[in-house]
């Protein structure tokens, strides 16, 4: 069965250190997108991709960077991790502007 | 700005029926997504809407006014197992995902 996984599950960085979140799809989706979801907001788009070689950035994509080598995957880098960054991360894939995302397990990061 | 908005927290007892509102303002409309979410878990699809009217999926209904700016989801013959995070998110005229902050129901036996 076609999935979306996430690695690691959970993460804990110190400060100032580079951190890169894995994100792996089998859907052959085109679209991937990377989230960030705090107590009291909605989900908040970081960067996504519409294929490979395109990426672009979301609504808080300071200090985080990702690229696009291949369809299947769409790491997510922290850049130098800082405290407000301690967050639980959703990596999502869709096949087109207006189908469905569906969303890998995610990632819980701390930064200390 | 673009804004969803949804009630934070909502109870409701086993059996009965209960609706999650959602009012968006965004820029430009492409549809709207319902999704779930248990706790420390990832979203799941729900339901789609980008016409008005009234889509019905077993136990769970979703409704759309575009003109209103206006959704609900409407969960019937509640169960334990819906005791969840229902979050409303819109599509804007970018085809970007709006999502509101969700609603955590409760559910009571």
């Known amino acids: 069965d076609a999935e979306i996984t996430q690695s690691p599950r959970h993460k804990i960085t110190e400060t100032g250190r580079q951190v890169t979140l894995a994100c792996h799809q089998t859907?052959?989706?085109?679209?991937m997108f990377w989230y960030r979801q705090d107590l009291g907001h909605g989900l908040r788009l970081i960067h996504y991709?519409?294929?490979?070689?395109?990426?672009n950035k979301g609504e808080v994509s300071d200090g985080y960077s990702v690229s696009r080598s291949n369809t299947e995957d769409l790491p997510l880098t922290l850049e130098s991790a800082a405290s407000s960054q301690t967050s639980v991360y959703f990596c999502?894939?869709?096949?087109?502007?207006?189908?469905?995302?569906?969303f890998g397990p995610g990632t819980r990061l701390l930064v200390l | 700005g673009q804004n969803i908005d949804q009630p934070t927290e909502m109870t409701a007892t086993e059996g009965a029926i209960v609706q999650i509102n959602c009012t968006y303002q965004?820029?430009?409309?492409?549809?709207l997504f319902w999704y779930q979410q248990h706790a420390g878990e990832a979203p799941t699809f729900l339901s789609y809407?980008?016409l008005d009217g009234l889509e019905e999926k077993g136990r769970f209904s979703s409704f759309l006014s575009r003109s209103k700016g206006y959704s609900y989801l409407l969960l019937k013959e509640l169960q334990m197992k819906d005791s969840a995070s229902y979050l409303c998110?819109?599509?804007?005229?970018?085809?970007?995902?709006?999502w509101g902050a969700g609603t955590k129901l409760i559910i009571k036996p």
């Open positions: 991709s519409y294929g490979v070689h395109d990426t």
């Open positions: 809407n980008v």
């Open positions: 859907w052959n989706h085109n679209n």
């Open positions: 998110a819109v599509l804007d005229s970018n085809y970007q995902l709006i």
């Open positions: 965004t820029s430009g409309f492409n549809g």
């Open positions: 999502a894939s869709s096949d087109s502007y207006q189908e469905t995302q569906y």
